[in-house]
């Protein structure tokens, strides 16, 4: 069974920065894409930051420029690094990946998510 872990969040004050990463595990034959999603209390879940099978990386509009996605080489780790964090950043982020695992057809899995805190 697969499995997304993420690490990474914390309390940080408003400018700061935080690094996320997320691992996939278990019984995975290919992964296409990889992405970051934020929830706020009382709000939607919205992208935050996708890699795409090729590598290609696609930003919110109120991310680009602060944020940065990449994967590694085995494209089953992702990392979000945030710069200049806001307040209105604060929310639970949440690692999706599209996944095939061994005898299956591709799938959306989530992680259990990581709380940032963006407080001064």
């Known amino acids: 069974q697969v499995r997304l872990v993420e690490s990474g969040g914390g309390l940080v004050p408003p400018g700061g920065s935080l690094r996320l990463s997320c691992a996939a595990s278990g019984s995975i034959f290919r992964v296409n894409a990889m992405g970051w999603y934020r929830q706020a209390p009382g709000k939607q879940r919205e992208m935050v930051a996708l890699v795409t099978a090729d590598n290609s990386t696609y930003y919110a509009d109120s991310m680009k420029g602060r944020f940065t996605v990449s994967r590694d080489n085995a494209k089953t780790t992702v990392y979000l690094q945030m710069d200049g964090l806001k307040p209105e950043d604060m929310a639970v982020y949440y690692c999706?990946?599209?996944?095939?695992?061994?005898?299956?057809?591709?799938?959306?899995?989530w992680g259990q998510g990581t709380q940032v805190t963006v407080s001064s």
């Open positions: 999706n990946a599209e996944i095939q695992e061994t005898g299956s057809w591709f799938r959306s899995y």
